[in-house]
């Protein structure tokens, strides 16, 4: 069963961004391993506020 998380700034997420997002990367562990993971195949995805990531040492600054 595979289990795919994934961290991702709040403000890129919309409905249709999570849809295809999901289904994306399903479609990417199905075309390695076989049609028949599919239906095992678990995506979890983790919205963060821009202040609550850091890059380089130093915390992502907020839009004002």
């Known amino acids: ?3 795919i998380h994934v961290h991702i700034l709040e403000k890129r997420l ?4 999570e849809r295809k997002l999901i289904s994306g ?3 990417a562990v199905v075309e390695t ?4 993971i599919r239906e ?3 995506v ?3 919205s963060v506020p821009e202040h609550r990531w850091g890059l380089g040492g130093r915390q992502i600054e907020p839009p004002a």
């Open 1 to 3: 069963m595979p289990f």
């Open 14 to 17: 919309t409905p249709e961004s």
């Open 25 to 27: 990367i399903t479609d």
């Open 33 to 36: 391993f076989g049609e028949d």
């Open 40 to 42: 095992h195949v678990w």
């Open 44 to 46: 979890a995805l983790d």
